[in-house]
């Protein structure tokens, strides 16, 4: 899920593939009903990318082998739709933050994996996730939108750009409003990109305020296809 995240446990005995060491996934299809497709495998960068062009995510505990999950429906935002509150208008234009990205991506991701998120006792972002989509950052596909206050870095997400398809992974935020500037700066900026696409994963009231909605997998699959050639 983008943002937020409950604990999962896979204590249970369920039909989902298991992967080794080849790069594949079955068909999201396949998922169960909370939408865990496959367990297993590695977060090498050939197939973290085969995933996000799949519609597919990791998504475990620290303790726990890989998890990959392709949920229906699926929570995403236009970044045409995004809406932005008269209050964060205000906050824009008092130059509360100063906006940048990938400047501190290590530190990005590291701050989100520290964050408490109610319902959850630890946390899914351990050193195997910092270290995969570092990678992909040093490959160019991992980016980090940052809100800066007084030379600080105070708020921001990471995600990964395929095409025109930004997927979002997870947010930290310090201070007031700090990610939630952030994710407003970055989504304009990618529609000056011509991005078409923001995949936010699960619901959340949060990005549900900022104009994110459901679409179902199927609709989600086809803008794939149409958008991260």
């Given amino acids: ?22 790069i594949w996934f079955p068909p999201v299809e396949e998922a169960l009903s909370d939408g865990l497709l496959a367990v297993g495998g590695n977060l090498c960068p050939e197939r973290l990318l085969l995933a996000y ?14 998890m990959w999950w392709s949920p229906d ?17 205000q906050v824009i234009k008092r130059n509360e933050f100063e906006f940048r990205f990938d400047t501190a991506f290590e530190d990005v991701i590291t701050n989100c994996s520290h964050i408490y998120r109610k319902g959850q006792d630890g946390t899914w972002i351990g050193d195997d996730i910092i270290d ?17 206050q007084n030379g600080v870095l ?20 310090f201070a007031p409003n700090a990610s939630k500037f ?9 529609a000056a990109q011509s991005i078409q696409l923001v995949d936010c994963q699960l619901h959340t009231a949060h990005l549900e305020s900022l104009g ?3 679409v179902s997998r199927s609709l989600f699959i086809e803008l794939l296809n149409e958008y991260t050639v």
């Fill in 1 to 22: 899920m983008f943002f937020y995240r409950l604990s999962v446990y896979f204590y249970r005995i369920v039909p989902v593939h298991l992967l080794d060491d080849r």
């Fill in 53 to 66: 062009h799949s519609g597919i995510f990791p998504w475990y505990n620290e303790d726990e082998i890989p």
């Fill in 73 to 89: 429906p699926r929570f995403v935002l236009f970044p045409d739709e995004l809406k932005v509150s008269k209050s964060m208008k």
């Fill in 132 to 148: 995969a989509y570092t990678a992909l950052h040093q490959l160019g596909y991992a980016h980090s939108a940052e809100a800066w």
């Fill in 154 to 173: 105070v708020g921001g997400l990471y995600g990964v750009l395929l095409g025109k398809v930004f997927f979002g992974e997870s947010m930290f935020s």
């Fill in 182 to 190: 952030a994710f407003i700066q970055w989504v304009t900026h990618l």
């Fill in 212 to 214: 994110a909605k459901m």
